[in-house]
């Protein structure tokens, strides 16, 4: 089934549950989703690759941890609520994320891989770390990761 299907069914399966939180986030997700082709057929393309709707999911989830983050500091803990509730169903369509243990795992892989010694190796690592994580790990939890590890 592909991710518009499912979204046409999530959609139908929250206005039966009168789920308004899931409701306004899987419209949110199929709005961008459809931003996103019309986008595409702009240039010459006729739809999105799973590699674009990962991408896509992953922005939209990065865009709430932000967002999150943004109205922590201020205070807002109405929209802190709205936003994390917004980022666990976004993150429902997302692969299963790894943990830190297994991020750990592929940070001293790919050190060792790359044979990076200093802070001065940071892109040789997160180039190939990052494409190999991508959608299964934070890109900010990844960064910090290598840059404590190769002194940075």
């Known amino acids: 089934m592909s991710l518009k299907d499912r979204l046409g069914d999530d959609i139908k399966a929250a206005m039966k549950a009168r789920d308004k939180v899931r409701l306004e986030a899987v419209r949110g997700?199929?709005?961008?989703?459809?931003?996103?082709?019309?986008e595409l057929r702009a240039e010459g393309k006729d739809a999105l690759s799973e590699t674009d709707e990962l991408e896509l999911l992953t922005k939209q989830a990065k865009q709430r941890r932000d967002s999150i983050a943004q109205y922590s500091q201020a205070g807002r803990d109405d929209l802190?609520?709205?936003?994390?509730?917004?980022?666990?169903?976004?993150?429902?369509?997302l692969p299963?994320?790894?943990?830190?243990?297994?991020?750990?795992?592929?940070?001293d892989a790919a050190i060792a891989k790359a044979g990076a010694s200093t802070a001065k190796d940071l892109g040789k690592?997160?180039?190939?770390?990052?494409?190999?994580?991508?959608?299964?790990?934070?890109?900010?939890?990844?960064?910090?990761?290598?840059?404590a590890k190769l002194g940075g």
């Open 125 to 147: 690592v997160m180039g190939p770390l990052v494409k190999e994580l991508k959608g299964r790990a934070d890109g900010q939890k990844i960064q910090a990761l290598v840059k």
């Open 80 to 93: 802190v609520q709205q936003e994390t509730q917004e980022l666990e169903v976004i993150e429902t369509y």
């Open 29 to 38: 997700i199929k709005k961008a989703l459809l931003e996103k082709e019309i």
């Open 96 to 107: 299963q994320q790894l943990s830190d243990n297994e991020i750990a795992a592929a940070v």
